[in-house]
Structures are given as C-alpha cells and as structure tokens.
C-alpha cells in the first residue's frame, strides 16, 4: 500500500494544517504549538486503516475455512487407510511441516517486505506452508 514513506517535512506540514487549518505554517507556530504537532503525528501513526483492517478479517475467516478443509481431508485419508497408524503419523508430519513452513516463510516474508508486511507475509505463508508439507508428504 505505502511502497515509499512520507518525507517527514511532508508530514509535518499536512499535520501542522489539521491542527492549525489551511495556510498554517510550521515554521510561523509558536514553540508550544510546534511541540502539539510532534505528538500528533506519532497518534496518527499508529491508526488503523479500516479498509485493510476489514480485509484481513475475511482473510481470518477464509484462513480458518482452510484449516476445517485440511483437517477434514487428514481425517480422511486416516480413516480411509489400511494402516491406521501409519496414516496418522503421515498426516502429523505434512500438518506439522505445513504449519512451521507458514510460519517460517511469513516470518521471513515480513522481515523482507517491512511496511509492506500485510499482503507479504499472508503469500509469504501461504506458499511457505504449501511447499513444506509437499515436501513433507513427498518426503514420507
């Protein structure tokens, strides 16, 4: 969403003109109306965008659909196998290498992407977790 930042001059002046009104300088304000724009803007950084906050929750709800989906296709395979425990142990270990992969990947993928983190990390995730428990099924 924010592939580059704001240069804080920018910030500083978009502010000083909420708090002060169109034509407001930052330079003209008075120290203790210099030291109310400060303040303002870290409070503003740390607002949430309501349209991405509304995205990530249907991801959520997608999110736990796949979860339902994945455990309902392990139980299955367990019970239409001949060799119960063996099945099992298999669908451990593909489950298990599917949830470290995603939380491996994501981790790596917010790390690389910083602000961008969001959309990263969730394809991050998603393709980490995937490609773990292929390898981890093939592996088997």
């Known amino acids: ?66 979860i339902f989906v994945s455990v309902a296709i392990s139980t299955y395979n367990v019970l239409t196998s001949s060799n119960k425990a063996g099945a099992i142990k298999r669908e451990i270990a593909v489950t298990g290498a599917g949830i470290g992969g995603s939380i491996a990947a994501g981790a790596l993928a917010g790390l690389a992407c910083g602000p961008a983190a969001p959309a990263c990390v969730t394809v991050g995730a998603f393709v980490g977790g995937a490609l773990a428990a292929l390898g981890a099924g093939y592996i088997w």
């Open 1 to 66: 969403m924010k592939p580059k930042g704001h240069p804080f001059n920018t910030i500083v002046a978009k502010k000083t003109i909420e708090l002060f009104g169109n034509g407001a300088s930052f330079q003209q304000l008075s120290t203790t109306q210099q030291n109310k724009v400060y303040p303002a803007i870290v409070t503003s950084s740390g607002k949430s965008n309501i349209k991405v906050t509304g995205k990530l929750a249907k991801l959520s709800l997608a999110g736990r659909g796949l």
